[in-house]
């Protein structure tokens, strides 16, 4: 065989192993066309499932197409532009299934993206979606996405503190009941770019009932009902924000303690006036650290001040060595200002339970990985919307902001009552009143203000 023929039969046969090499992706891409098969043809059939259950007062006015990028690929889809009585256009198969008006990306999609943007940067979500998905969106347009979700959280956040805060209308949710709830608080600091300051402080907070034991020989925790809160408004102030989203899930008027831990900050000293017969503790690392470095019986001080024993601590500060150096002298006034906070929770409440401090891991593995230790700047906002996917993630709602409000068909009776009769109406006003004057907040001086506001101060004949 000649050298001509031998190159020719190599040629041939690395082609054919090029081929076989390619049969996971080129596999995939048939799958991907499948699904695209088979996702056309079940939006028609509910598109064709609305036409049959939409109002008889709504007319049909044609088709519309729409671009959906999906995880298996772009697809166009066509359905039906209704015109209802009063002169509206709906299309109702995107509003049954919560598609975005104006955005190409699928809820399901969306969602993905902004997950996986919450914990890489955008380029990163970029490269991986190019690889593992047969559409590809830009990181300029994963960021949008994610502007988008978090844009829409913290204006319903906005909204619900002028109706808690301002108008006294306690938000939905309120349905578990705990005595005892533990919070544990910290701030991080990140770079800024283009900003007049270089630093900018996301504080963030996080809730929970108790502790449960995993599984196996070690000894291992688990929080029960962790609850995530990150700071993403300056028009909100902390505390605020804070105590809406713990109202989203605990009745806080049932309350009778709330564990408040943390660093030595001020803004964290300011929940106890927030929350009636809370606890305050500091975080056991920065007083162990700090006593560690002010004294040579640092260990000593620290066991002192946990158990409550304020005169012992005070004793041993006095007669112990101290450490030289500027920064042993701040450790000391690090003590000697948080010394009534380092108490330890256990020994103030009768309810048994175990020691806080996993307010660092969380922020870290949460917060730090994505906005700080990358090396990363930020503008103020940007950071905000960043902070704000973040809880959502953690609190495993990020698909609720990915969508539009969905709506199902409404009945023909009930379009043609447009509304209730007015006297129905007017009893319904009557008949209302306000949580916030028996809730949790029914002390603060703006509820105060509120009832005077509501109630007559003098008796009626």
């Known amino acids: 065989m000649g050298n001509s023929s ?12 090029s081929q076989d090499s390619n049969w996971e992706k080129e596999s995939y891409q048939i799958g991907c066309g499948v699904s695209r098969h088979e ?9 064709d499932k609305l036409f049959q259950d939409h109002p008889p007062s709504w007319e049909v006015r044609g088709f519309k ?7 298996f690929g772009e697809i166009r889809i066509s359905r039906r532009l209704y015109r209802d009585e009063k002169g509206s256009y709906h299309f109702l198969l995107d509003e049954y299934l919560g598609l975005p008006a104006g955005q190409a990306a699928t809820p399901g999609l969306q969602e993905s993206l902004v997950d996986l943007a919450a914990q890489v940067p955008f380029r990163q979500v970029s490269g991986s979606l190019e690889k593992l998905t047969e559409g590809v969106l830009s990181a300029t347009t994963i960021h949008r996405l994610l502007q988008k979700a978090s844009d829409r959280a913290m204006e319903k956040e906005r909204e619900d503190c002028q109706a808690l805060f301002e108008r006294g209308e306690l938000p939905l949710g309120q349905e578990r009941k705990v005595s005892l709830l533990f919070s544990e608080y910290d701030g991080i600091w990140i770079h800024l770019q283009r900003e007049e300051g270089r630093n900018y402080e996301i504080k963030n907070a996080i809730a929970y009932e108790g502790w449960k034991r995993l599984p196996g020989k070690e000894e291992r925790y688990s929080l029960v009902n962790k609850r995530v809160y990150c700071h993403a408004s300056d028009e909100i102030p ?7 989203e713990w109202s989203r899930v605990w009745d806080l008027s049932y309350l009778k303690e709330m564990v408040i831990g943390g660093d030595g900050a001020n803004w964290i000293d300011v929940g106890i006036e927030e929350f009636a017969g809370s606890i305050r503790q500091l975080d056991g690392f920065h007083l162990a650290r700090a006593s560690g470095q002010g004294w040579q019986e640092g260990g000593a001080i620290y066991q002192a001040i946990r158990a409550g024993e304020t005169q012992v601590a005070r004793s041993l500060m006095n007669h112990s060595a101290p450490k030289e150096g500027e920064r042993a002298q701040k450790a000391r006034r690090y003590v000697e200002r948080n010394l009534y906070k380092g108490r330890d ?6 309810i048994e339970g175990r020691g806080l401090g996993t307010m660092e891991s969380n922020e870290d593995k949460l917060v730090a990985n994505r906005m700080k230790k990358r090396g990363l700047s930020w503008k103020i906002r940007g950071a905000q919307r960043m902070a704000k996917v973040i809880q959502l993630r953690a609190n ?11 709506i199902s068909p409404p009945p023909a009776e009930v379009l043609q009552s447009t509304s209730k009769s007015r006297s129905n ?27 005077s506001m509501t109630y007559n101060s003098f008796p009626l004949n």
């Open 65 to 71: 197409e729409r671009t959906l990028v999906t995880c």
């Open 425 to 451: 109406g007017y009893q319904e006003w009557l008949q209302a009143s306000l949580p916030a004057l028996s809730g949790p907040h029914a002390s603060r001086p703006w509820v105060e203000k509120l009832r």
């Open 345 to 350: 929770w256990r020994t103030q409440s009768e």
């Open 39 to 47: 996702a056309l043809q079940r939006l028609k059939g509910i598109d």
């Open 396 to 406: 495993g709602e990020i698909r609720r902001w990915c969508e539009r409000q969905r």
């Open 238 to 244: 902390f505390w605020e924000g804070a105590s809406l």
């Open 6 to 17: 031998i190159t020719q039969e190599l040629r041939r046969e690395k082609e054919i192993n």
